[in-house]
Nanobody, 123 residues
Framework: QVQLVESGGGLVQAGGSLRLACAAS????????MGWFRQAPGKEREFVAAVMWSGANTRYADSVKGRFTISRDNAKNTVYLQMNSLKPEDTAVYYCASTQFVIATSPRNYEYWGQGTQVTVSS
């Protein structure tokens, strides 16, 4: 079992920045891949970013490439999502999730999910 708790969401103006954090407990954090997803009202959950267990390899959705950075600190059992140059279309509930795959972009490959944190970007 893995428990995931997100934090860091909030309201920010377009062009601003936020850093999300996801604290993990349970199974050995350093042994599994982590990802961030988001879901806007009326839309399906979509992939945002993923990082392998060591942090050496990452993946990003095209829509966030160059603006968002995923990282992890295995000593703190935490994964981060640094979000810069935020746009109104980034508004969504952001979820972190864990996977037994080395790295994955499909939500079907993730086993455990946090409760989500709201990010709202005003224009």
């Amino acid at each position: 079992q893995v428990q995931l708790v997100e934090s860091g969401g909030g309201l920010v103006q377009a062009g601003g920045s936020l850093r999300l954090a996801c604290a993990a407990s349970g199974r050995t954090f350093s042994s599994y891949g982590m990802g961030w997803f988001r879901q806007a009202p009326g839309k399906e959950r979509e992939f945002v970013a993923a990082v392998m267990w060591s942090g050496a390899n990452t993946r990003y959705a095209d829509s966030v490439k160059g603006r968002f950075t995923i990282s992890r600190d295995n000593a703190k059992n935490t994964v981060y999502l640094q979000m810069n140059s935020l746009k109104p279309e980034d508004t969504a509930v952001y979820y972190c999730a864990s996977t037994q795959f080395v790295i994955a972009t499909s939500p079907r490959n993730y086993e455990y999910w946090g409760q989500g944190t709201q990010v709202t970007v005003s224009s």
